[in-house]
Every structure is written in structure tokens, then in C-alpha cells.
């Protein structure tokens, strides 16, 4: 009989810790948690099933235990599997000039808005997690 560990809090869940069916098989790794720790409101998680699979998403009423290192949930093989893909939220940003104006604030803001489309661009609607990200969240389960 394997020995039983004390649970933990969800904020101690780290990427890259198993995460387990409710027969104990193994489901997958956890890639993201997401929530808000400042308000301590734990919304669910994201699970990576494969190497650079889209992960799904497990809403945090479904887990049932949170040990050192692994995450294990109330729901069968087979319910897991029909897990919703999870879903990155829309991101959003505000641009405002830091100064008292001008013409040359307002061409230094509008460059500043340009520079945030080109290389941080805000999504207006849940969306996949791309590929890209996909291949950083899986060095990070590897970092642990």
C-alpha cells in the first residue's frame, strides 16, 4: 500500500506535476493553473496529454486531491477524455502617454501602440494556445 501524503493548497501546484484519474491512472501534466492568487480563487487547470498537444482544461471543482507533486481528480478515464481543449482568455491593453502632451508624446504613444501590436497583440476572444507557446510550456514542465 503506497503511503498517503498530507494535501497541499492549490497556489503550491507547480507546471510539470502528474495529474491523475480517479482510478489512479496517470491523465497527463499540469501545464497551467489557472486563477487569481491574490484573491486565492482557483479557477481549474490546463493538463498537457501529450508532449506539444493542446492541453484541456480541468475547472477546479473536478479536483479532488492535491498532494506534493500531483494533482488528483474526481473524474474517470473516459470523462477525461472528453475534456474540453483549454482556452487562453483575451488579453487586453491600455497604452497612455506619461507625460504632459504634445506632439511629440502623442508620436512617442503611438509608437509605443504600434510596438504593442507588433509584439505583445491583444486578443479580443478566448483562444488555442499556439505552437509556439505550446513548445515554451513544455521546457517549463520539464524545468519543473
Avoid: C
Wanted: charged share 25%; hydrophobic share 40%; no cysteine.
Amino acid at each position: 500500500m503506497a503511503p498517503v501524503t498530507d494535501p497541499v493548497s492549490w497556489l503550491m501546484i507547480k507546471p510539470g506535476w502528474d495529474v491523475y484519474a480517479v482510478d489512479g491512472t496517470k491523465f497527463g501534466e499540469v501545464d497551467l493553473v489557472a486563477g487569481d492568487d491574490t484573491a486565492d480563487i482557483f479557477d481549474g487547470l490546463a493538463v498537457a496529454t501529450t508532449a506539444l498537444g493542446e492541453p484541456r482544461y480541468v475547472a477546479a471543482e473536478r479536483v479532488a486531491r492535491i498532494e506534493d507533486g500531483s494533482v488528483h481528480l474526481s473524474l474517470t478515464r473516459e470523462q477525461l477524455d472528453q475534456l474540453d481543449v483549454y482556452l487562453e482568455p483575451a488579453t487586453s491593453a491600455t497604452i497612455e502617454p506619461n507625460g504632459k502632451g504634445g506632439i511629440g508624446e502623442t508620436l512617442r504613444a503611438d509608437v509605443r501602440e504600434l510596438e504593442g501590436k507588433a509584439f505583445a497583440p491583444t486578443q479580443q476572444h478566448e483562444h488555442h494556445m499556439n505552437i509556439w507557446r505550446r513548445i515554451a510550456f513544455f521546457f517549463r514542465r520539464r524545468a519543473g
